[in-house]
């Protein structure tokens, strides 16, 4: 297959994963971390009552989990680095999809815990500022993280969008 093809092929999944309103990360992620967290709360946590995605704790604290907290486009962010980077293997970039999902979804999860556990535990204050700064600046971390992470596991050479513009621009010049 032409090198030109695969990237149209690459980018158009990327857009159209996108639709409707990254759904699809929603759709597989919610579950993967609500169920998860109720187990961990059910270890912390004397009484445990989940009703959607409303935790009960201890019959006082309510913990919503929203759809920002499930990290979707985190997620993407991670599909669009992985997709974007050419000269990968399909059996390769799966993996490196289902490494970089699982280590987000684990890294999620323990967020969500640690925050909970602040949340009952802690002052409002701590529990406010900590959750600030993971909304802020953990997510983009934890990304970037399993990005660097994920290079160095599958000893990626190319760059995410950059060596695929490097690859057209060349064979337009030519």
Not at 26 to 54: H, M, Q, R, S
Not at 151 to 174: G, H
Request: hydrophobic share 55%; proline share 3%.
């Amino acid at each position: 297959m032409d090198n030109g093809l695969k990237i149209f092929i690459r980018y158009l999944i990327i857009v159209l994963i996108a639709i409707p309103n990254l759904f699809i990360f929603y759709f597989i992620f919610t579950p993967a971390t609500i169920y998860p967290v109720f187990g961990l709360f059910k270890i912390f946590f004397k009484e445990v009552l989940l009703t959607d995605i409303v935790f009960q704790i201890n019959n006082e604290f309510f913990i919503e989990i929203i759809s920002a907290c499930i990290a979707g486009s985190a997620y993407y962010l991670l599909f669009i680095l992985n997709l974007s980077t050419p000269k990968i293997k399909i059996k390769k970039r799966i993996k490196m999809l289902l490494f970089s999902f699982a280590f987000l979804l684990i890294l999620n999860i323990l967020r969500i815990v640690i925050l909970s556990l602040i949340f009952v535990y802690s002052s409002e204050n701590l529990f406010d500022i900590s959750h600030k700064l993971f909304w802020y600046f953990g997510t983009t971390f934890f990304v970037v993280l399993i990005w660097f992470i994920e290079v160095k596991t599958f000893k990626i050479k190319e760059i995410p969008i950059y060596s695929d513009i490097k690859f057209l621009y060349n064979k337009i010049r030519k």
